[in-house]
């Protein structure tokens, strides 16, 4: 039973270039969300879809957009790299949308470089 | 807005010791879940143990367990007879209850076992 997969594992860009990070839920999971990792820090919140919708929303600008696909995989896109966009982004996969807190199962994550 | 305070940066603990993690959080909402995420090297977020907030019964996971304060809006995690492998950084987070929101984590607290 694969886990929840991202690719991927590094990725080195430069400011103002656009990067697309990937994600494929745990087998059963039909709901992704993106979290962003600073170094030191806790995972922030960035977006989750469920249905192919953006369904919930942090504080993070439109720069950051995201995609989901029919077989539930994701991606995370970002757009006019900023040096402060540096992190490790890491996606979490759950199951059945509307079920009460089902427990998010994580990737390894993607560490963006951005120089 | 919900927050999730861990006071603690560091903390070490010998080798079959127990050792006590502290987290606070403040919510205006009386229905959610409070969590702690081990997250080792390998960066993959693992969920050690979850507590639903209409539960008075503390969670407990094997060597893990929580000592839940609902009034004083306190989660702590005590970790028994501490291995080795128990050395990662632990976050604790925070979610309303419901249909898959969110996660808010704290800063996280870095623990190292001593053999």
């Known amino acids: 039973d694969a886990g929840v997969t991202q690719s991927p594992t590094h990725l080195i860009k430069t400011r103002g270039q656009q990067v697309t990070l990937r994600c494929s839920p745990k087998s059963g999971h039909d709901t992704v969300s993106w979290y962003q990792q600073a170094l030191g820090q806790g995972p922030q919140f960035i977006f989750q879809?469920?249905?192919?919708?953006?369904?919930q929303r942090g504080n993070f600008p439109d720069r950051f957009s995201g995609h989901q696909f029919p077989n539930y995989s994701s991606e995370l896109n970002v757009n006019a790299l900023l040096l402060g966009d540096s992190a490790l982004y890491l996606c979490?996969?759950?199951?059945?949308?509307?079920?009460?807190?089902?427990?998010?199962?994580f990737g390894n994550g993607t560490r963006l470089t951005v120089t | 807005a919900q927050t999730v305070t861990q006071s603690q940066p560091e903390m070490s603990v010998q080798e079959a010791e127990t050792v006590t993690l502290s987290c606070t959080y403040d919510?205006?909402?009386?229905?959610?879940?409070l969590f702690w995420y081990k997250q080792p090297p390998s960066r993959q977020m693992i969920l050690v143990i979850r507590?639903?907030?209409?539960?008075?019964q503390n969670a407990t996971e094997n060597r893990f367990s929580v000592n839940f304060q609902k009034a004083a809006k306190s989660f702590s995690l005590k970790i028994s007879d501490s291995q080795l492998g128990d050395a990662a950084m632990y976050f604790c987070?925070?979610?309303?209850?419901?249909?898959?929101?969110?996660?808010?984590f704290g800063k996280g607290t870095l623990l190292t076992v001593n053999p």
């Open positions: 987070a925070y979610s309303r209850g419901g249909s898959n929101y969110k996660l808010t």
């Open positions: 507590q639903e907030a209409y539960k008075q």
């Open positions: 919510t205006s909402e009386s229905d959610y879940y």
């Open positions: 879809y469920y249905e192919e919708e953006e369904r």
């Open positions: 979490a996969s759950s199951g059945t949308g509307a079920s009460r807190a089902s427990p998010n199962h």
